[in-house]
């Protein structure tokens, strides 16, 4: 897995700051596998939390040239960074990530859930590129073989993906209602 930066998952700050800590959670445990590799945040003993927060805020911790200069998300980084910690503390009260016993307080590993965690996060982003018609389609012709793929593991989930895009796209038709009609009773 290359490098990906926090903008390649979140291209904005609003949009980062407007996820859930489930949602953000997980974006981030993917954001810091990605390091993995490179000798930074991610080294051999495991994951550093400050050396995360560092990079974030673009401060030189002597673990080589930063990627810019100036923070990812310009004027909005306090409020991102802040975000990113509460989703770390998030995961790691979740038993995503757990302290390396080998290691001072600051170095954490990501557990056997958080590596299934990874994984159904990647195959999720595959179904996001499919998108919801052709995943639902290819489920439904040919039982998810031709574009879904893998085994039938990867086939249920897929299920469960398209059950949960359903549903948000009715609770985003809900919502439009509720603020039409309320736009109208103001008019009236």
Same mark, same amino acid.
């Given at each position: 897995m290359a490098f990906r930066s926090l903008k390649s998952f979140i291209p904005t700050a609003d949009e980062l700051l407007s996820l859930d800590l489930p949602r953000l959670g997980g974006i981030l445990l993917a954001h810091l596998k990605s390091y993995e590799g490179l000798n930074t945040v991610y080294q051999h003993a495991g994951l550093n939390r400050g050396y995360f927060i560092? *990079?974030?805020?673009?401060?030189?911790v002597g673990l080589g040239p930063l990627p810019?200069?100036?923070?990812?998300y310009g004027a909005r980084q306090p409020e991102v960074t802040q975000a990113m910690v509460e989703a770390w503390n998030w995961l790691e009260r979740g038993g995503l990530l757990i302290r390396?016993?080998?290691q001072p307080a600051d170095w954490f590993l990501i557990s056997r859930e958080g590596e299934k965690r990874l994984q159904r996060?990647?195959?999720?982003e595959h179904l996001e590129k499919l998108g919801l018609n052709r995943?639902?389609?290819?489920? *439904?012709?040919t039982g998810g073989i031709r574009d879904v793929g893998g085994p039938q593991e990867v086939r249920d989930l897929a299920w469960k993906w398209v059950e949960m895009k359903e549903n948000q796209a009715k609770a985003n038709a809900s919502a439009s209602e509720l603020t039409l009609i309320a736009a109208r009773s103001l008019t009236a």
């Open positions: 560092a *990079m974030l805020e673009r401060r030189n810019d200069k100036e923070p990812e390396n016993p080998q996060f990647a195959q999720y995943v639902k389609r290819d489920l *439904m012709t």
